[in-house]
């Protein structure tokens, strides 16, 4: 029965893990996520550094939102991201700091603010991420556009399943 878990060492077979069987495509995808999140870490700490030296990698990915959404509430951005409030201030009160957000009253609510990138982090912030798309569209020059298409169509869907 042993011999049935560990498999016939061909490669194909599902893993032992934690007393259950893993499928091996799983296992390359727990891998790949693994190598590009540490890649995706260090990009987005150099990234943060090219948009202000002090800027926090994590503080990057607000921006990248508030960019493409105009304005939010804090709330509304630690609920996007899965990060609690006191994480979520920090890192606002940074970018404020910096002079890269702005904070508003919200018209809809008094006691609410509404935050949105100045026009010196818009500046700052656009340099950046076109930068970085030139390092994409470089880097996947040799992939069929609809390839392209799929991979972001997948990330998406496994961003959407994170959030659920």
Do not use: C
């Not at 970018?95 to 010196?120: F, H, K, M, N």
């Not at 700052?124 to 996947?140: E, P, T, W």
């Amino acid at each position: 029965m042993a011999a049935d878990v560990q498999g016939s060492g061909t490669g194909n077979e599902p893993s032992p893990v934690g007393g259950e069987a893993v499928d091996p495509e799983f296992l390359d995808l727990e891998r790949e996520l693994a190598v590009f999140l540490r890649r995706a870490r260090a990009n987005s700490g150099e990234m943060a550094r090219e948009v202000h030296p002090d800027l926090e990698p994590a503080a990057y990915g607000l921006l990248v939102r508030l960019e493409e959404t105009g304005q939010q509430r804090a709330t509304e951005l630690s609920a996007y991201f899965g990060v609690g409030k006191a994480t979520m201030s920090r890192q606002l009160r940074a970018l404020q700091d910096l002079g890269l957000i702005t904070r508003e009253p919200d018209p809809a609510d008094g006691r609410a603010s509404l935050l949105r990138v100045t026009d010196e982090g818009l500046r700052r912030f656009r340099r950046v991420r076109d930068a970085r798309r030139g390092r994409y569209v470089r880097k996947l020059a040799d992939w069929d556009r609809d390839e392209v298409a799929e991979l972001a169509r997948l990330l998406h869907q496994l961003n959407a399943r994170a959030a659920s």
